[in-house]
């Protein structure tokens, strides 16, 4: 199981679509073990982004995840990193694919409506980041074994 971190953007949350993006993840079977309401603080933005420090975007990347609230999700499954990023679609929303988040709601290609960890590496390193010791809930899902085929010895 890997544990993903997913934050509904300015944009989303000003458009009223956190419920239908978090709906999206939740139907295909992820769980959210990790959720957080909250304006981001300049120095926990500069952390999150430190990789596109320098590019031409970055302080307008700052200025607009710093903007308003954002919602920050834990989500929880196999192979969540790479199934959430797929369900993003491309970074830039004019080149989205229709049926990702990023290709159904938007045309912007700064206001994309959602970050997602890209790499199991970086979502270990992000989770950690935006959530601290004892504020990811471990509970078990009595739909389980029907999201997954558990009879064997891993999930599938
Ligand atoms: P990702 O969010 O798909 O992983 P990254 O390349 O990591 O894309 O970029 C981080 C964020 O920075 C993007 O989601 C987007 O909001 C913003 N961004 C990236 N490239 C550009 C650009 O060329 N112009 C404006 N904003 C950009
Ligand atoms: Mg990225």
Redesign the pocket.
Known sequence: METTLIILKPDAVQRGLMGRIIGRFEDKGLQVVGMKFMKIPQDLGQRHYEV?KGKP?YE??LRYMTSSPVLVLALRGVSAVSITRKM?GA?FGSNADPGTIRGDFGVS??F?LV?GS?SPENAAKEVALWFGDGELVDWSRNTEGWIYDLTGEKPE
């Open positions: 596109h975007f307008g990347l993003m970074t290609n700064s994309n970050h890209d």
